[in-house]
């Protein structure tokens, strides 16, 4: 004989009020990764992109403003000095901040298809901090550029 599973129906009533609990209880969970995680610097967030290589100094460019009078919309903008060739390009660069609880702000991926490795964007920053930014070359070398801007509040320095 062949045995059915008897299914239990739910009442309407019975499933809003798990349903209910259940987002209750979500809304107490951290979001994403775990603290530890989220206090993370930007020396530990580089290190999961380039592993124990020394990047040099050399082939980027970042442009930043040295003030920037409203932290939540900071213009950037970057250049890898690279021929851009099948043997010779920059496959990735990776921006970090080091004053905000994710330091990985932003990661931009070129091929020699690209022409050029240059990409412009804009971060929020909530106060003064160091922008790193570190190219990946297609032969594994790595090079890296730094600048600090100034983010003003209300006109103050901040």
Known sequence: MTELLQLETVSRR???????????????????SNSAQAKASWQDAMKTVIGDAKPADGRIKVILPEIAENGNTVPFSLAVESPMTDKDYAKAVHIFASGIPRPDV????????????????????????????????????????????????????G
């Open 106 to 157: 932003a990661s931009f991926n070129f091929s020699p298809l690209s022409g050029k490795a240059e990409a412009a964007s804009r971060m929020r920053l909530g106060r003064t901090q160091d922008i790193i930014a570190v190219a990946e070359m297609s032969d594994g070398k790595f090079y890296m550029a730094k600048r600090t801007v100034k983010v003003t509040i209300g006109g103050c320095g």
């Open 14 to 32: 019975d499933f809003v009020l798990g349903a209910s609990a259940v987002a209750a209880l979500t809304a107490f969970l951290p979001l994403g």
